[in-house]
């Protein structure tokens, strides 16, 4: 389809009230919806184009039992070049269209000694490194439209959907790999060093990845619901001795290792969200 259809798909009822933003190796997290209808990147006016490995590129419109969905198969990354107002375009552009819910994933490396390889995080808070040197999505004139110009980030995260992601996942046999933590967005593109590595220990982050957290400022910043799933593919280094060096085919093998279960995961959550009119606490 090309870009006059994309126009019209994206407001012609039913409109999407979820969105889903895929992390690295998860385009799969689409398969649940059906009445699929797909755009890529490329075809869709002044839109980013995803440049990562294990990144689709694809605006992927489905239903999910009677709830309208948006899946945003591939981040954009500070280190692909763009700004972070391409990054979080959209997030806003899911406003606009009357989206109301977000669930944001991502691949993070590991950093809490508890957590494994595979294992699912349900974020609760997050450290926005970039933001701290003045790299941050809400910086300059602030639109009113979307929000106020100092929101606050001390929820950012739905307590109401963390905790039903929590019940679906011990619903599904998922509850020995589910784990709740912090996560700590950095640049990228090199993973860490392990001097960085064991600071961000010490600052009390969970886990640690290259995306997610400005995607969930803005969209925390227009009112809208947000909940956060890391998958951990893989153990930061913490220790001069170890040989062993993180790559990005090893993110992607873990990421889909775990895609089944995380798709049937975010098939389940957004239908119960359905049913039980999560409100937005």
Known sequence: PGPSSVTTWSFEPPQPTVAVI??????????????KQTFRYQDIPNFPVSTVMG????????????????????????????????????????????????????????????FKVGDIMIIKDHINLPGFAGQHPLCGPNDERFGIRFPCMSDAYS??????AL??????????????????????????????ARM????????????????????????????????????????????????????????KMRAEVLQKLVTMLISRCQQQNINTN
């Open 159 to 164: 307590k109401d959907l963390r905790r039903l």
């Open 200 to 255: 961000l220990q010490i600052l009390g982050c969970d886990s640690v990845g290259m995306s997610m957290v400005p995607e969930v400022t803005v969209a925390k910043h227009c009112g809208l619901r947000v909940l956060g799933l890391s998958l951990i593919t893989n153990k930061v280094s913490l220790d001069y001795s170890r040989e062993e060096k993180v790559n990005h085919e090893e993110v992607l093998q873990i990421s």
């Open 22 to 35: 895929c992390g690295s190796g998860l385009g799969l997290l689409a398969d649940g919806a059906t009445g």
């Open 55 to 114: 990144h689709e590129g694809c605006l992927v419109f489905g239903t999910i039992e009677d709830t309208s969905c948006v899946f945003m198969q591939g981040h954009f990354h500070l280190y692909e070049g763009y700004s972070l107002c391409q990054v979080t375009l959209p997030v806003r552009i899911f406003k606009l269209m009357g989206v109301e819910s977000v669930l944001v994933t991502n691949a993070s490396g590991g950093l809490c000694p508890d």
């Open 167 to 196: 019940d679906v996942g011990s619903e599904l046999g998922c509850g020995d790999f589910m784990r709740e933590g912090v996560y700590c967005m950095v640049s990228g593109p090199n993973f860490e060093t392990i001097a960085e």
